[in-house]
DNA sequence: CTGTTAGCGCCTTCAG
DNA sequence: CTGAAGGCGCTAACAG
């Protein structure tokens, strides 16, 4: 490996002299810029950031942690997470938690190891409350998205979701729905419970009486659609639902199948709606109505929220910026 | 921050101690490793990668630079890699090239600053020779993914191209279509010209005629889509082709588009098939008839090629993984 | 089994 | 404007 002392002895300076040329500091004759800067391109001298980081404090690396990047929603996040770290110089280290509580922890650890700058995280819910005290206690700025943690003060990144829960009732309801039934995720994700509660407070509001039989909770990552669907479809005639609010986009899709075993058909025996588009690109029979969040923006605004924190004065903040959907009307609602 | 003093201070040992400690040196005795391991406990220390690196040169990093996450293909792709990597203790650092050389020449330099144990690249083309060599300079052990460059003996996973377009061909072939055009990618672009190639190939074998105003090329990133469907309508009626083979899932999602413009219908007007799906999520209404690559173990293989590679001996390989696709008739071909 | 010394590659600090 | 000394946090190599 080629070092700075290297560059040095070619270019007849001390180290120090490379040390600056690199850092572009401004004290450094002309003459002698051009001559270290001569030796760097002939040895092909790139520094090492692990030294440099030692001294600096600072690696530039910033991590993301998101559940799945499978799931469209997290891809273009992680894209424009991406996009905004790079513009401003930083690098991220990508994983995939999973949902799963023991996964993100061991993440969070090894991303302390590396003193990554920031990071900005999807947590798996609100026992990731453990989890993120890590963070603290190691003085790492982080930034969450698309979830919260119950009790935890912090800056994050989330959707409006009140109001998109609105906008898919009101479209179920304009179309002469009332018995709506919601899948929703485990209500100790913050999304989830805040879906689960707005869905409460908005079909009373509507004077909509709300069944307990019509709300389910499915685990995020195996799903239990099936039984789900079992149950609603077991309920008499007249007591099941004529919509469904999924408030995900893969709940939705297997919910889906599983009304398509039992030969429902959507929209015409049941209508559904859902959080999140489960495809990223326009497709050609796009089916299911959806409230599409800016999932690029969350990514993007995320790092931008992380890198001010990082860069700015570290007051511990606790701005939240809350992105609205787009309701997205298709084939998988209709006319009761 | 607390470091390996810290720690030997409080467990009044030294500070070589608590290193062997940490990496699990057998020659502990047992009283003073729970010693330690209280202190550690209790300081809540986490050892600071950069220090290791800086000695052990390993970084336990990964690069991954594909063109674009948002390709369903690179999203799986990303996915298998990031699962090996975990698995095997690396972490990934991943980065957008959007098909342009000097943004991959850029990451390339980070990624070498950063002295990562190994890179899996989705090159642009051709002319990432020049950035390929940055790595092997720097001694950086690298796998190619989807496409080779002309020229670099190296690692690689990619596609059975040849076999795949064979699929695709003798599909359209057994519906009945003879007048078969191709829209492509750029001829540097490895996997692009090898489906080329074997278009030519294959029809030729088939004893049909290969014109070439069938044959178009496309930027990868800006899809020129439009115009090539323009050039082909505009073809005397009894010289059109009946179906439309593209090698690329973003350019067949654009070629739809454009043929829709012109209100010509697929499957009924003409037939279109492509390389990988646009949709990673089992859809509703699927619709494209597609030949699907096993995305997700391009990553992982890929992966576990590196890593061989990094913690083999380092014999300079060259051996290359290919893996076949999977034809999914749906319902953009018809029979002519 | 444990400690001491030295140094990884770089930069801060202070001289010159 | 440039250089020398020292140290960032850790571990290899040796000593004991």
Known sequence: MITI????????????????VINNSPSIKKETRMKVEKAIKELDYIPNRSARSLISKDTKLLSLIITDVTNPFFTSLARGAEDKANESGYQVVFSNSDENLEKESAYIRSAVARRIDGMLLAPTGDASAKNIKTLSKH?????????????????AVVGDNFN?????????????HKKIALITGPSNVSNMKERELAYIHILQ??????????????????????????????????ERPTSLLVTNNFLAVDAIKSLRKHCIKVPEDISVVCFDDPEPIPDFNPFLTVAAQPAYEFGFKGIQMLIEKIEGKDEPSSRTLRLSSELIVRHSTAQL
Chains 1, 2 share one sequence.
């Open 5 to 20: 002392y290297d560059v040095a002895k070619k270019a007849n300076v001390s180290a120090m002299t490379v040390s600056r």
């Open 139 to 155: 003085h790492i700025p982080f930034v969450l998205i698309d979830r919260t943690i119950e009790g935890v003060q912090c800056d």
């Open 164 to 176: 998109t829960m609105q906008k898919l009732i009101d479209h179920l309801i304009q179309l002469g």
């Open 205 to 238: 509001s509507a004077g909509i009486a709300v069944e307990e039989k019509w709300i389910h909770r499915s685990d995020l990552k195996n799903t239990r659609s099936d039984e789900i669907i079992d149950r609603l479809l077991s309920l008499p005639k007249n």
